[in-house]
């Protein structure tokens, strides 16, 4: 049997409207070619929560798994901790208005 390794990723969940789906912010530093100066790449994914115990603030790890839905393409795993969200939704409703 071959030893493979799934994606692991680490965020703060920043939504938790739906039923059984939260959106996971993802924070991750990465090296400009050119410049080599570190910049700061953010992404939200739609992770599958099937007894949403998750809330928002909630630090936790995602794991890739087969495709939920459409979106749903990763599993949360397990509360790492939490975390003040509040500064981000504030600058998102800002953005949007």
């Given at each position: 049997m071959e030893n493979t390794k799934k994606q692991s990723l680490t965020g703060v969940v920043v939504s938790d409207k739906m039923d059984k789906t939260r959106v996971v912010l993802v924070t991750r530093y990465e090296q400009h070619p050119k410049y080599k100066k570190y910049i700061k790449i953010q992404k939200?994914?739609?992770?599958?929560?099937?007894?949403?115990?998750?809330?928002?603030?909630?630090?936790?790890r995602l794991d890739a798994?087969?495709?939920?839905?459409?979106?749903?393409?990763f599993a949360i795993v397990e509360k790492l901790g939490s975390q003040?969200?509040?500064?981000?939704?504030?600058?998102?409703?800002q953005v949007r208005k």
């Open positions: 939200r994914y739609k992770a599958h929560d099937a007894t949403n115990a998750y809330k928002v603030g909630d630090k936790v798994v087969a495709p939920v839905s459409r979106h749903k393409k003040d969200v509040e500064q981000y939704l504030k600058v998102r409703a």
